[in-house]
Structures are given as structure tokens and as C-alpha cells.
């Protein structure tokens, strides 16, 4: 079963309708311990940063997310989730979980006519295999709305990359971890075919 | 690179696609859902459900057309028509719409925008305006005037006044409409579009007149808009959609082909 995280941040339930149309079983919860029995998580979100890390400290959403990692429990992050799995986040200079070492930054583009929220279909830049997008053929656009952008201190991190003003990474990763800055739920049959492949996905155990 | 967005425009009364949209494919009439479902299948990049039902008691049925939408299309979509409060929004949002779209209630209580935005992101908050040319005048200086019921009913509010406090009070989308081009397949107002576009810093989507791919390319380029809304040239299957994104490509237009 895969646990979907609710924290209160945005429509959850988009991603849960992607799953049920492609038949695979999910559950939407906020408790920690129904989280450290998953044995897949998604970790969405939509929204502020800085308002949905104290709701998740307060959970032991944070701690049970941690636990599962090590655990080598395979996690998807897309969008706020993702920026919750790095370290520290400029929106509101708030400290995250830190599961990924890394920054949170905002877009500051110096060409005008680039209008922040980065929003609408932009390419995958796919810097490195991962088996995830293994049926994401080179030049597949996804769907973004997001103001901020992850930024892994570690460049080996960098699974794909998107260009806006900037080049950013757009997907990051590392061993049981997979975090998208696109939403796969909204980014039609190629965004469907990362969240079929993350039911499915044996990361190694290390 | 950013793509330029082609999103398509349904009508929807009772349930059933509107009946002053008239298709090609007879088999389609009546429902926008497979309709909404063929244009996602062909490559639309997002989908707008206008809900012009009279009576207020059958809400419930745009409610059914959204939720069947949400469980088979995954690209974002939005819902306007007849949404008059935050509580209104919030249905539409939990039925599986990305964004709503407010247009005369906004502009009979603006405060609508600023609620809807502070509740739900102002990524979620598109606001339509349907925009008339007139002479300029002190109070309409830009020479456009927002205009609601189709057109029917003046407002005295300036077009790009109105732009720029929607995009104050938390939108995070236009949909600009010319009622003078609406319908006429003669090209978008490019001068409209391009005023608007440089007025705000949201994204512009641009509305009516849409007649060939062409038109298209002028609103995308000259006319400065993040996307153009088309209606009838897919509804009448004079153009497909890849037909739009190919011609686009060609000129050096950004588009997502799929």
C-alpha cells in the first residue's frame, strides 16, 4: 500500500485519483505511524513552506519520513514535498527535514518577461538514468507551478534539470528517494508513467 | 524552455456540452467529458469548463462533469460559471479542478479574488474578464471597459485597472476575453492582449477570435500572451490540435508536442 502524506498543503487528492486510474492501491494519511508501516510514500504538496513544516513536526510526520528512509522505504516528493526534503528553504528561511543536503531557492530572474510562479509545461532536461523515467522520452515536457526550486548540495543528486531564465533541477534524488519539482499527476501519460514505475520501483538496499 | 499554452475552452449547460457549440463529430454531442478526454488524447495542455447552467439547484451536475474529468484527464484544468463564493471554489477544487475561474462575481464583489486566493494559493485563482473597446475617457483611459452577461451589461471599470487590481487582490491568471473578436474567427484583439500582458506579471491567457493557427501565432508573439484559448476551431474540427502545435512550431513558437 502506498501512503499518500497529508499535511493540509494543497489538493492531495489529485494524486490519489492519478494512482486509482492507473490501479494502484493508496491511502491518504496524516498519522506518522500508518506513514512508518507504508511500505511506499508519496510526499505532495502545494503551498508554503513555511507554514507546512511546523504541521509536519507536530505530526511526527518529519520523524517518521526520516525513519523511513533509512529504512530504504521507497519515497516520492513532488513539488512542496520536495523542497520539504532538503535541508533549508528561503520561503520564510524555514529549516526542513534535511533528507537531501541542500537549499531551497526563489527564483530571481533577470529577465523581466520571465513571470515567477514558473507555470505551464517546460522540458526535461534528464542529466542521469534512473529508472523512474525510463519510459520519459528525451524532449517530454512536464507540468509546473512553483516560485521556488531545489538545489541539492550535491551535484550527483541531480537527476534532471529544466531551464527558465536559469537551468534548476527539477528532479532529485538518492537511493530510496526520488523528488520531482513537476507534478507527474498533472503532466499527462508521461507524467503517469513515473508515478506506474515508482509503484513498482525496488531501489537497491544499501 | 517555457511552452506557450493551447487550452480549450467547453461550455457546459445541464451537463451536456452547449448547444451554440456545434460539432463536427455528432457523436461527441452532449458531453464534454469525452470530448475534453479526446483533446487531452491529442495533446491539449489544459482544459477550461465554462458551466453555463441558468438554475442554481443543478450545481451539482457541472460537480459530476468535474469529478468524471479528475478521474481520466491529468493535465490541469479549470471551472468557472456561477462560483460566487470561497465555498463555492472549494466544491469545484475538491471535485478535482486545479483552478477556478471568477469573472462577473468578481467584479460585483472583488473581495471574491483575495478570499478564493488567500484559501486556496493564488495559483488556484484565474480571473476572466470579458472586455469591450470604447472610446477612452477619463474614467476608461486605456479605451477598453470591462463588461459582464456576454457583453450586455457596461460596467465603467477600465479593462487594464481591473487587470492590475485582480492581480493585487491575488489572481494568478488572466483570461482576457475581447467581445469584440469573440466569435468572428478574425484574430485575437493583439492590441487588448499585448496591453495586458505588459500591465501585470501573471500569465495572460488570451480569449476569442481564434480562428486559424495563424491567429495563434500573432497572440503568442506579438500579442505577448502566455496562451491562447481556443474554442470553435477545434470544436468544428477544422484544425486539429497537433495541425495548431506544428504550424506554431515551425514559426519558433515553444510548444509541448506529444
Excluded at chain 1, 486510474?21 to 494519511?29: A, Q, S, V
Aim: hydrophobic share 40%.
Amino acid at each position: 500500500m502506498i501512503s499518500i502524506i497529508d499535511y493540509k498543503a494543497g489538493n492531495l487528492t489529485s494524486v490519489k485519483r492519478a494512482l486509482d486510474f492507473l490501479g494502484i492501491e493508496c491511502t491518504i494519511t496524516g498519522e506518522a505511524n500508518v506513514i512508518r508501516k507504508s511500505q511506499r510514500i508519496i510526499f505532495p504538496g502545494v503551498g508554503n513552506a513555511a507554514s507546512a513544516v511546523p504541521v509536519i513536526r507536530e505530526r511526527g510526520i518529519d520523524s517518521a519520513l526520516a525513519e523511513a528512509f533509512r529504512a530504504g522505504t521507497p519515497i516520492l516528493g513532488i513539488c512542496l514535498g520536495t523542497q520539504i526534503i532538503l535541508s533549508r528553504s528561503e520561503e520564510g528561511d524555514t529549516e526542513c527535514l534535511g533528507l537531501i543536503k541542500g537549499n531551497v531557492a526563489r527564483f530571481n530572474l533577470s529577465d523581466p518577461s520571465l513571470k515567477v510562479p514558473h507555470m505551464g509545461w517546460n522540458e526535461l532536461l534528464i542529466r542521469q538514468k534512473h529508472v523512474l523515467l525510463k519510459d520519459v522520452a528525451p524532449g517530454t515536457q512536464m507540468y509546473f507551478v512553483h516560485s521556488f526550486y531545489p538545489l541539492p548540495s550535491d551535484a550527483s543528486a541531480v537527476i534532471a534539470e529544466c531551464e527558465y531564465g536559469i537551468t534548476f533541477p527539477c528532479a532529485i534524488g538518492a537511493r530510496n528517494l526520488f523528488a520531482t519539482q513537476f507534478h507527474p499527476e498533472k503532466s499527462g501519460p508521461a507524467g503517469l508513467s513515473i508515478l506506474k514505475n515508482f509503484a513498482a520501483w525496488e531501489p537497491e538496499k544499501c | 524552455m517555457l511552452s506557450k499554452r493551447i487550452v480549450s475552452c467547453l461550455d457546459v449547460r445541464d451537463g451536456n456540452l452547449a448547444k451554440s457549440v456545434k460539432f463536427v463529430n455528432t457523436k461527441d454531442i452532449g458531453d464534454p467529458v469525452s470530448t475534453a478526454k479526446r483533446y487531452y488524447e491529442n495533446g491539449i495542455d489544459e482544459l477550461v469548463f465554462y458551466d453555463i447552467t441558468a438554475s442554481s439547484d443543478k450545481r451539482d451536475i457541472m460537480l459530476d462533469v468535474v469529478s468524471r474529468v479528475a478521474a481520466q484527464i491529468f493535465i490541469p484544468f479549470s471551472v468557472g460559471g456561477g462560483l460566487r463564493s470561497v465555498d463555492d471554489c472549494k466544491k469545484v477544487l475538491l471535485a478535482g479542478a486545479e483552478k477556478v475561474n471568477v469573472n462577473t462575481a468578481a467584479v460585483a464583489r472583488p473581495e471574491l479574488i483575495s478570499e478564493a486566493s488567500a484559501a486556496f494559493g493564488a495559483q488556484c485563482v484565474v480571473l476572466s474578464m470579458d472586455v469591450l473597446a470604447v472610446p477612452k475617457s477619463t474614467s476608461i483611459t486605456s479605451g477598453y471597459e470591462i463588461v459582464t452577461h456576454g457583453g450586455r451589461t457596461r460596467t465603467a471599470m477600465d479593462a487594464i485597472a481591473w487587470a492590475k487590481r485582480g492581480e493585487k487582490l491575488g489572481a494568478g491568471e488572466l483570461v482576457v476575453n475581447s467581445i469584440d473578436a469573440d466569435g468572428t474567427k478574425e484574430g485575437y484583439e493583439l492590441r487588448l492582449t499585448r496591453m495586458m500582458a505588459e500591465a501585470v506579471g501573471i500569465p495572460v491567457i488570451a480569449s476569442g477570435g481564434g480562428g486559424t493557427p495563424e491567429h495563434l501565432y500573432q497572440v503568442l508573439t506579438e500579442g505577448k500572451a502566455d496562451a491562447a484559448l481556443v474554442a470553435s476551431i477545434l470544436h468544428y474540427g477544422e484544425y486539429s490540435i497537433r495541425e495548431v502545435k506544428e504550424y506554431l512550431k515551425k514559426k519558433g513558437v515553444p510548444v509541448r508536442m506529444t
